[in-house]
């Protein structure tokens, strides 16, 4: 990852078009690390959206795969997360993002690829606060709950929890608004697993909490924020 060029970060995304620019694993560290105290220069929180992935997993029980991150890693140490989350690098000029998700999957849970029965691409999104682009999957296996516990990897992972999908919404709201104890990368990974309707009816919610979404699309390293925002429709009477 420190290697120069190791990871991309987001510099547009329009339709199924996604383009990246090479940028180093320091670089985005620190902008993570510093983006509280906003150290370095603006720019570079305004444009680092570091290639990554988020995967959230359904057990055979339908039941979703909650992590909590570990005090050994060294971002979100100790925050509830998607089941497994990482960078993604820049491998002969491209990025593989399934073999990415599958690569996190395999370090932080022991879930190997013949251990999934399906994975797909559900979202894509950036976080500000960290500083991400992140692809967000859905990966369904047959595994128990006592199977996964199991083969967890400790230096990642520092509990698991499952929620059902009917309490997935208020697990997202509880967690982020109230606990404050999840990182909002785990946050979008999770909303993106809800029904159309639901999601945009929890984005909403959200809002109202005063927590900051916006759908748009990405130019040239430019955010542009769409002119009617989904989830702030008008309902029809």
Do not use: W
């Not at 150290?39 to 290639?51: I, L, N």
């Not at 795969?65 to 000029?93: H, P």
Request: aromatic share 8%.
């Amino acid at each position: 990852y420190s290697r120069p060029d190791g990871v991309g970060s987001l510099h547009g995304a329009s339709a199924n078009k996604f383009t990246f620019r090479p940028t180093e694993f320091r670089v985005s560290s620190s902008a993570y690390l510093t983006y509280p105290r906003r150290t370095m220069s603006a720019k570079v929180y305004d444009r680092m959206r570091v290639s990554a992935v988020a995967c959230m997993v359904v057990l055979g029980n339908r039941m979703f795969a909650v992590q909590k991150r570990s005090g050994m890693v060294t971002l979100g140490e100790g925050l509830l997360d998607s089941s497994a989350a990482g960078y993604a690098k820049i491998k002969n000029g491209t990025i593989d993002f399934e073999a990415a998700a599958f690569e996190k999957l395999s370090r932080e849970l022991g879930i190997s690829r013949k251990m999934v029965k399906s994975i797909g691409l559900c979202a894509v999104h950036s976080s500000a606060a960290d500083c991400s682009g992140t692809f967000d999957f859905i990966a369904k296996t047959d595994l128990t709950k006592e199977q996964l516990l199991a083969a967890a990897n400790p230096h990642y992972v520092g509990g698991l929890e499952f929620v059902r999908p009917q309490n997935l919404p208020e697990f997202i709201f509880s967690h982020l608004v109230e606990k404050k104890d999840i990182v909002p990368e785990g946050c979008a990974a999770m909303l993106a697993c809800l029904p159309h309707a639901q999601f945009l009816a929890q984005c909403a919610r959200l809002s109202r909490a005063g927590k900051k979404i916006l759908f748009g699309t990405l130019r040239r390293g430019e955010f542009i924020p769409a002119k009617k925002q989904p989830f702030l429709a008008k309902k029809r009477a």
